[in-house]
């Protein structure tokens, strides 16, 4: 058999792999819907009857109070609201505003502190810009949500949580920042 005869033999056989494949991965797409269709699977978002979150405890309201400061970093940081009242166990947001007012990039780091002090260990953060490190350009301005939930197990003596974040500036990341723009 003459090697000319071999190569394409070899490529008729991968063809009609390549072919196979194809059609096997086509036909996936309607098997998926007989599948879904046969085990009533069917989108939690298009349900009429959407789960109730039974964690939510409707009879209590805790106020949380936000604050904000920075630790020698040119920034004007603030919440957009000064407080929210929320049920223990509701998932809720919240939004702070900052800006870099210095004519240089800088990189912060918040942190957050609660009072009273035992309120953080009931506190749980889905979303938080505390979690990464901010690098702010000359003048610019940022939304930063915190998305949060209360845990119903609070102490039901505990009515308010302070809610305060710090921005300290990361010592070397500014003038890295600054460097990579050059």
């Known amino acids: 058999m003459s090697l000319e005869r071999q190569n394409r033999r070899t490529f008729l056989r991968f063809a009609l792999i390549a072919a196979g ?12 819907y007989q599948i879904c269709a046969a085990w009533d699977v069917r989108n939690i978002e298009s349900r009429a009857e959407r789960p109730a979150n039974t964690q939510v405890d409707l009879g209590r309201t805790v106020t949380v109070e936000l604050d904000s400061n920075t630790h020698k970093l040119p920034w004007s940081f603030r919440p957009l609201v000064k407080h929210v009242a929320v049920h223990p166990g509701e998932v809720a947001t919240v939004e702070y505003e900052v800006t870099n007012t210095r004519g240089v990039p800088i990189t912060g780091q ?4 609660y009072g009273p002090q035992l309120a953080g260990e009931y506190f749980r953060k889905f979303e938080c810009f505390c979690f990464t490190q901010q ?3 000359p003048g610019e301005t940022r939304r930063l949500p915190v998305v949060f939930v209360i845990d119903p197990k609070l102490p039901r003596d505990v009515n308010s949580i302070a809610l305060s974040y710090t921005f300290f500036e990361v010592e070397g990341r500014s003038a890295a920042a600054a460097g990579d723009r050059s």
């Open 21 to 32: 494949m194809f059609g096997f991965g086509y036909a996936l797409v309607p098997f998926y």
């Open 110 to 113: 918040a942190i957050a502190s």
């Open 135 to 137: 690098t702010l350009q």
